[in-house]
């Protein structure tokens, strides 16, 4: 691996974790994500940057969805494969912010228990 690489890859956060949501709580936790103020993305120690870069990843869900039916879309679990830095930053987020904004409480759980199940001892 050239040096440069090397270097990316530890920008990036290192290693990829797999995630696995419903489109409905993907989507329900972006929106939580864009409705973060200045204030509180700095009390979670994030940049706008670093917003962007989760939006991205959720986002990227989008694509997936669109080759599921409709009909069966609430019920599919699509795959995110996040850096291990946004995975933490996604549950500092999911512990601290999420509970303000979520209109439905168990997204809040799925994705702490899907974030918890991804790799534990490593987050």
């Not at 290693?15 to 979670?44: G, Y």
């Amino acid at each position: 691996m050239s040096r440069s690489a090397l270097r990316r890859w530890r920008e990036r956060g290192s290693r990829t974790v797999t995630v696995l949501l419903p489109f409905a709580d993907i989507m329900e936790i972006a929106l939580a994500l864009l409705s973060l103020s200045p204030d509180e993305l700095a009390r979670l120690d994030w940049s706008f940057a670093d917003r962007k870069r989760l939006l991205d990843h959720l986002l990227q869900s989008g694509k997936q969805a669109q080759s599921v039916d409709r009909d069966k879309l609430d019920q599919t679990l699509l795959r995110l494969a996040l850096p291990a830095r946004d995975v933490r930053r996604l549950k500092r987020f999911a512990q601290r912010e999420l509970p303000k904004t979520a209109t439905n409480a168990a997204v809040i759980e799925r994705l702490s228990t899907v974030i918890e199940a991804a790799e534990p001892e490593r987050l």
